[in-house]
Structure formats: structure tokens, C-alpha cells
């Protein structure tokens, strides 16, 4: 993506440049702005970063190419824009994990509770006690409340737990979309 928004650009460029330099020019002559290289390089970055520039266009020999490359910028900063939103400022929503198996496969420190895990063990439901026991990164957990906490503010924790209570302890917290948190 990247090589192409650099391509597109240095076109961009060559296209302005002999816009305004090449013999096949109108009458009325682009300003000076369209015959200096660097020129041509500054006005087309600043559509790509969608900043208004310095000089509007003389002739109309530009005037299409000119509206395609706004309208590539326009798409290009808006894709870029919501990706940044939704990945950078907004961590938090990444994609959640739906399975053991994906939590196993994570960096994610599983968090048990003794007594449950005492349980699960004793009632045979082998489904978690297998991935206990295959899970590298598990820490003991006494004090439910501190996990949920943890697993709330810091996004490196995993528990099994009631989420009625998971939920209760994230409206406590201030949390204003709780669908999305866990």
C-alpha cells in the first residue's frame, strides 16, 4: 500500500511537472508553481495530506487529472483515517478471542482460580483441565475482584468467570462500552 501511495505521488509529480514545462502546454501557462520540480512534488503531497494549496490551477489541461488524484486522496486519507482510529487510538477493540484453542495460541496469562480449577477437575470437564495443563503462561488467582480488574485495565489477562459480575466490575470501572471489552 505504502509503495503504491509512493508511487502514485512521484506520478502525480511527472504529471504536473510537464504539465507545466512540456511544449503540448496551452496558451494561458500554469504558474510558476507547476514548472519547478520540487514544486510540483510540495502540491501534490499536499492534496495526498489533504492540505489546500497554494495556488489554484491556471488552465484546464490539469483540471481531471487533477480532480482523480483528489479524489484518490480523498479515499486514501479516509481509509488510512479509520484504520488509525481503530487500531491505534482505540486499542481496546481489537479482535476478541472466541476459543480456548485461540487463548492457548495467545501471550495472554490465563488467571485460575484455585477452587474452580479444583472443580473442573474433579467434575471432569476435561476441555479446560487440557488446556490448563498445555497453557504455558498461568498464574494463580485468590482474589477474583484484582483479576477482573486486571484482566479490564491492563487487556494481558484471561479468566474464567461469571460475567455478570466480569461486567459489574467493568461499569464500576467506568467503562461505557462493555460489549467490546471482553
Not at 42 to 67: K, R, Y
Not at 79 to 90: D, K, T
Request: a neutral charge; glycine letters at 4%.
Amino acid at each position: 500500500m505504502w509503495l503504491t501511495i509512493g508511487l502514485v505521488l512521484l506520478l502525480t509529480t511527472a504529471v504536473f511537472w510537464c504539465a507545466g514545462n512540456g511544449p503540448y502546454r496551452s496558451v494561458r501557462n500554469e504558474t510558476h508553481t507547476y514548472q519547478s520540480l520540487s514544486d510540483c512534488f510540495h502540491n501534490a503531497w499536499a492534496v495526498l495530506i489533504a492540505v489546500s494549496l497554494p495556488q489554484q490551477l491556471t488552465t484546464s489541461s490539469l483540471g481531471d487529472f487533477f480532480f482523480l488524484y483528489v479524489c484518490f486522496s480523498f479515499a486514501i486519507n479516509t481509509v488510512f483515517q479509520a484504520f488509525f482510529v481503530s487500531f491505534l487510538v482505540e486499542p481496546k477493540y481489537e479482535k476478541k478471542i472466541e476459543n480456548l484453542d485461540e487463548l492457548l495460541n495467545s501471550d495472554i496469562v490465563y488467571g485460575y482460580y484455585p477452587i474452580i480449577h479444583f472443580a473442573a477437575f474433579i467434575v471432569s470437564y476435561t476441555e479446560v483441565f487440557t488446556y490448563f495443563v498445555r497453557k504455558a503462561f498461568k498464574e494463580a488467582c485468590s482474589d477474583m475482584r484484582k483479576c477482573v480488574e486486571r484482566m479490564i485495565t491492563k487487556r494481558n489477562f484471561a479468566i474464567i468467570f461469571d460475567p455478570m459480575f466480569a461486567t459489574y466490575i467493568a461499569k464500576e470501572l467506568g467503562t461505557v462500552n462493555v460489549s467490546k471489552l471482553f
